[in-house]
């Protein structure tokens, strides 16, 4: 089945504690993005990365990073969480890099910082 | 960059009444505009999109209308079912090659159908 997983699904962490959440899709797709939906915001992209070792900063990519070390996989990265980064995490991918390519969106990660 | 607004941010409706999100939008050059769907404890799902070559485009019982020269684009869902209850997003993407498929999302519009 093609589609967009992530993990872990639901997280509660401590302010400082590094986290990964991991996101892998199997639809041979280039594009790939993370977003984070806080209410009234709508989703905001955080990173996204054009291809194998090419990514780039979205509009809040404050106190993230990510890796495209291989096709499928686009991990976020938390070094060093703190209670603003407490909200719904989504990974997305496309076909494409450009063309009129839908987005296939992950299940989400909630994250919690205490 | 580019900002979307959305509006209302909550709508209750009747069922088989109609509904109407508006969304509008900043940057002229925006040639994509997809809505997305989200229930409750669910992934966000794409249910339509319009490009900007298009004035309408109709699926079933849900229609999308854009406004180039008002920048300003809409959804409208007609004889609402209670599985329409979620909360719809608009979105619109610019062409920049460098930015790919990057999408702006509006703040998102909580749907609710009463029986």
């Known amino acids: 089945e093609a589609q967009v997983t992530q993990n872990p699904r639901y997280l509660i962490t401590v302010t400082g504690k590094k986290l990964t959440v991991t996101c892998s899709q199997n639809?041979?797709?280039?594009?790939m993005s993370w977003y984070r939906q806080d209410p009234g915001l709508g989703l905001r992209q955080i990173y996204y990365s054009m291809n194998v070792e090419v990514t780039d900063k979205g509009d809040v990519p404050e106190g993230y990073k990510v890796s495209r070390k291989e096709k499928r996989n686009f991990p976020l990265i938390l070094e060093s969480p703190s209670p603003n980064q407490t909200s719904l995490y989504f990974c997305?991918?496309?076909?494409?890099?450009?063309?009129?390519?839908?987005?296939?969106f992950g299940p989400g990660t909630r994250l919690t910082v205490l | 960059g580019e900002n979307v607004e959305q509006h209302p941010s909550t709508l209750s409706v009747q069922e088989g009444d109609s509904a109407v999100i508006k969304c509008t939008y900043s940057d002229s050059a925006s040639n994509y505009f997809p809505w997305y769907k989200q229930e409750l404890g669910k992934r966000p799902q794409l249910i339509i999109d319009?490009?900007?070559?298009?004035g309408e485009k109709k699926d079933q019982r849900i229609a999308v209308t854009l406004n180039k020269t008002a920048k300003h684009f809409s959804l409208h869902i007609t004889e609402t079912q209670p599985e329409d209850s979620a909360v719809y997003f608009c979105a619109s993407r610019v062409m920049i090659k460098a930015a790919g498929n990057k999408l702006t999302f509006g703040g998102g519009t909580r749907v609710l159908v009463k029986p």
């Open positions: 639809m041979n797709h280039e594009y």
């Open positions: 997305a991918s496309s076909l494409g890099t450009s063309g009129y390519n839908e987005q296939f």
């Open positions: 319009i490009r900007s070559n298009v």
